[in-house]
């Protein structure tokens, strides 16, 4: 069929389909890096599969989780690297997960842009295949959606969903009570919260990315892009150890806001801020900013990317697990009676 007409094509409206079509052929090794027992399908399905009896669940309940990477993405783009920021995106996600005591199994990715580059998109996504491959969690689909006039010079964004399982009955918090133990896992940055005021404080200093670090070793920019530590393997091997009553993921909020969400009504806690040192980068920020000690809490890490609230009996047991994982631990606190989070100490 043939008329005379100039037509207007999807591609000419800034649309590439067959970029699309390459990308998805660029990552498929890399999502099936991820394949995992109760993977059913790989990418370009309408849908992802997933078999729950395979992975070897008898009774279970589903959790899902979704996040974003917030504007860390900002420094990604402006730097050009863009190899990491996955990683961030499936930590995110996955952590969260944990800490309802489930086991991540599937990951689904949303990436958006103005113009596709396919190259660019193929090192963000193997980025999250990394994410997933060490969480033990199958990338089985997404969506990447070019979209000219959205976003700009380069710009794109990124989103992520992840579900996971347990067995009916085994959901935490569970049984946390006035005296349990908390141990704190280091984190191994600012991870992916609090970046509006980072880029604030940068943009104070005059600094560019390619600047050397004042707090530490290689570029700025390579610095703050160090990607989110992944806690899953080791959190998962504590809770089948047993004694693990609730884990809380440090996130937006410090850990003023978030260890208060797996407390009980009527609980509380104390954490002794001279239990750990303040990472150079948060002293870096503080010192810069004029921030105190109290708003640094609930606004970055600080230094613990997660709290595992164990049983008394099981903390020195759970600890030498924990840095038999590769982790480094230290023993904050205790939950006490009461309501919040009291600090003893100084950390500044």
Sequence with gaps: MSGGKNGLTYAAAGVD?????????????????????????????????????????????????????????????????????????????????????????????????????????????????????????????????????????????????????????????????????????????????????????????????????????GNLGDALLAPTRLYVTQCLAAIRAGGVHGLAHITGGGLTENLPRVLPEGLGATIDLGAWTLPPVFRWLAETAGMDEAELLKTFNSGIGMIAVVAADRAAALRALFEAEGETVFTLGTVTAGAGVAYTGRIL
Excluded at 97 to 114: K, S
């Design 17 to 217: 389909i067959d970029a699309g079509n390459a990308l998805v052929e660029r990552i498929k090794p890399a999502a099936k890096r991820t394949s995992r027992a109760g993977t059913v399908s790989g990418l370009g399905g309408f849908g992802a599969l997933f078999d729950l009896k395979a992975a070897g669940y008898q009774d279970p309940i589903l959790v899902a989780a979704t996040d974003g990477v917030g504007t860390k993405l900002r420094i990604a783009i402006d730097t050009g690297r863009v190899d990491t920021i996955g990683i961030d995106l499936v930590a995110m996600c996955v952590n969260d997960l944990v800490c309802q005591g489930a086991e991540p199994l599937m990951f689904l990715d949303y990436f958006a842009t103005g113009k596709l580059d396919v190259d660019q998109a193929t090192a963000i996504i193997e980025g999250i295949a990394q994410g997933c491959a060490d969480s033990g969690c199958a990338l089985v689909g997404g969506e990447t959606a070019e979209m000219p006039g959205m976003y700009h010079g380069g710009d794109f964004d990124l989103a992520g969903f992840a579900v996971g399982a347990m067995e009916r009955g085994t959901a935490l918090p569970e049984g946390v009570a006035e005296g349990d133990v908390l141990l704190g896992l280091a984190s191994n940055g600012v991870h992916s919260n609090g970046y509006s005021l980072v880029r604030k404080v940068v943009e104070l200093t005059g600094l560019g990315w390619d600047a050397a670090s004042p707090f530490g070793e």
